[in-house]
């Protein structure tokens, strides 16, 4: 069973709207992550949580706010879609006091 | 610029040779090193790591040497594998609370039969 869920896998959006994108870890981790992957460009840390508090934020614009209803829950919601936030958005975990990251299957965001 | 440099940007090898992949970085403070392996359409998968105390890790076929002073590694793979193609990054972590990870541009390997 898939440890880590993304939700959805595929998304296209319309320019200006805005979108939710869910991530939820069954690892029992603490610490929490989105990175997003753009063409031509290194995967890019965005936002870090750790026990639901942000940690790090990465990310200058306001138009994404990560939201953590649950311990095991991090969604992303990006409001006033552009066609550059067109990317591939990637979920990732920690156990507190450890050094790995585990990352999720990913959303492709396609915005037009 | 790029904290994380990766070389080559592709490569590719024949079925059972010894695949070396690069990666240099910038910052001194850097103190964990991961490797990723992704395959298209998938999350990166941890794939082996090292610390910036030690030279070397092995995980079967998966070798990491580690040049500290010269601020340069590499990920070596042994018996290279036709399931082994895939999109390999490295990845150094920043010290401090938030544990962030960053990226190089990655190696895209073909292993060919």
């Known amino acids: 069973d898939p440890k880590i869920i993304q939700k959805p896998k595929y998304l296209v959006a319309v320019t200006g709207s805005e979108k939710i994108l869910i991530c939820e870890q069954y690892?029992?981790?603490?610490?929490m992550y989105w990175y997003r992957q753009s063409a031509k460009k290194p995967l890019e840390f965005m936002f870090s949580?750790?026990?639901?508090?942000?940690?790090d934020n990465q990310t200058a614009s306001s138009r994404f706010q990560p939201q953590s209803s649950k311990k095991n829950h991090l969604d992303l919601q990006i409001t006033a879609l552009k066609p550059d936030d067109s990317a591939t958005y990637f979920c990732?975990?920690?156990?507190?006091?450890?050094?790995?990251?585990?990352f999720g299957p990913g959303t492709r965001l396609t915005v037009l | 610029q790029q904290q994380v440099r990766q070389s080559p940007q592709s490569l590719t090898v024949w079925e059972g040779e010894t695949a070396i992949l690069n990666c240099s970085y910038e910052?001194?403070?850097?103190?964990?090193f991961p490797w990723y392996q992704q395959f298209p359409g998938e999350g990166p998968a941890l794939l082996i790591s090292?610390?910036?105390?030690?030279n070397k890790k092995e995980d079967g076929r998966f070798t990491i040497f580690f040049n500290k002073r010269e601020k340069k590694l590499s990920l070596h793979i042994a018996d290279s594998q036709p399931g082994d193609s895939a999109t390999y990054f490295c990845?150094?972590?920043?010290?401090?609370?938030?544990?962030?990870?960053?990226f190089g541009l990655g190696t895209t390997l073909q292993v060919q039969p």
């Open positions: 990732a975990s920690r156990r507190t006091g450890d050094y790995e990251q585990y």
């Open positions: 690892l029992g981790h603490n610490a």
């Open positions: 949580y750790s026990y639901q508090k942000l940690m």
């Open positions: 910052n001194s403070a850097f103190d964990y």
């Open positions: 090292i610390l910036s105390v030690s």
């Open positions: 990845a150094a972590r920043v010290t401090g609370n938030t544990r962030k990870l960053i």
